[in-house]
């Protein structure tokens, strides 16, 4: 049974930062896609950032984030993080780790930039 549990959300400042962790078992992760997606209050869920499986390890990103946030992997605690880095408020909402190939969702952790 694969079981995705996110975590590292919180409420930050303008400008601070944040690192958000995904741990994925039951499957084998090196061999996987993951996706960090968000949902904004009254918008769409959008898909922030995916990194490919190991060897690969290519990342791609929104336009959104793009130079703000990074997508890494450590396979030996079958864990991905998201470092985000001069978060905006425009950057509040539920972040969730997604498995593409199976389609497979964490419960997503809440993220609150504000003054």
């Known amino acids: 049974q694969v079981q995705i549990v996110e975590s590292g959300g919180g409420s930050v400042q303008p400008g601070g930062s944040l690192r958000l962790s995904c741990e994925v078992s039951?499957?084998?992760?090196?061999?996987?896609?993951i996706e960090w997606h968000r949902q904004a209050p009254e918008k769409q869920r959008e898909v922030v950032a995916t990194?490919?499986?190991?060897?690969?390890?290519?990342?791609v990103y929104a336009d959104s984030v793009e130079g703000r946030f990074t997508i890494s992997r450590d396979n030996a605690k079958n864990t991905v993080y998201l470092q985000m880095t001069q978060l905006e408020p425009e950057d509040t909402a539920i972040y969730y780790c997604?498995?593409?190939?199976?389609?497979?969702w964490g419960q997503g952790t809440q993220v609150t930039v504000s003054a």
């Open positions: 039951g499957i084998a992760f090196d061999r996987i896609f």
């Open positions: 990194i490919a499986p190991t060897p690969l390890d290519t990342a």
């Open positions: 997604r498995v593409p190939g199976n389609d497979y």
